[in-house]
């Protein structure tokens, strides 16, 4: 079965610093996506960046950047010039795009943002 | 506005109740997902429903029971079978192979049982 894992219940930076959240995912697929969400105090789940498996190439979205190793089974998220507004909890999710598209997710990180 | 909507926000139950969460999206989205999330949990799966009327039992299923008879429609019944309710529910929908497979969130039920 596959899971998700994110080893860090929270993590915290300062204002216009960068940081890196980590998430590692089991599975034998080859094909699937590869999700980071965002969970701010209103609790409204926000897509922030997505990395579809055969892309080697990796995902990026304006500060947010991810460092994709297939290998490894690593999806980790890198927040760059952090803002007060990136305070938030953050999941990371796969997909696995044939069969049942069942989305596993996380525990979530709990990041916090440092003026 | 295209989106997902769920009511209430706040929602408070006696114990040994059935009460049923509301689900409704104009996407045109064809799958559909109830997902429960408590603090350090992340979210797990409830029920989902990849077409009308059909739809399978997620990981936490028990107590549990939704139907599918509209597209757009998906709700959620928390029986007096589930032993420990009081959550946060979050609906959900996808258009599998479409929109690079994300998944859309509505904002969410707090459920409160006492």
């Known amino acids: 079965a596959q899971t998700v894992t994110q080893s860090q219940p929270e993590m915290s930076v300062q204002e216009a610093e960068t940081v890196t959240l980590s998430c590692t995912y089991d599975t034998s697929e080859s094909d699937y996506y590869l999700f980071w969400y965002k969970q701010p105090p209103s609790r409204q789940m926000i897509l922030v960046i997505r990395?579809?498996?055969?892309?080697?190439q990796n995902a990026t979205e304006n500060r947010f950047s991810v460092n994709f190793q297939k290998a490894a089974k690593s999806f980790s998220l890198k927040i760059s010039d952090s803002q007060l507004g990136d305070a938030a909890m953050y999941f990371c999710a796969y997909l696995l795009t044939s069969g049942t598209y069942k989305y596993i997710f996380g525990t979530g990180t709990r990041l916090k943002v440092l003026a | 506005d295209g989106g997902i909507t769920q009511s209430p926000k706040y929602l408070f139950r006696k114990e040994g109740q059935n009460v049923t969460l509301s689900c409704e999206q104009n996407l045109n989205h064809d799958a559909m997902y109830w997902y429960r999330q408590d603090p350090g949990q992340g979210l797990r799966l409830i029920y989902y429903?990849?077409?009308?009327?059909?739809?399978q039992k997620g990981d936490i299923a028990e107590g549990y029971s939704v139907s599918r008879e509209k597209k757009e429609s998906f709700p959620l019944t928390v029986t007096s079978a589930q032993k420990n309710p009081t959550a946060f529910y979050l609906c959900a929908s996808s258009a599998p192979g479409q929109s690079l497979y994300e998944q859309y969130f509505g904002p969410g039920t707090r459920l409160t049982v006492t």
């Open positions: 429903s990849q077409i009308v009327n059909d739809f």
């Open positions: 990395q579809e498996a055969y892309k080697q």
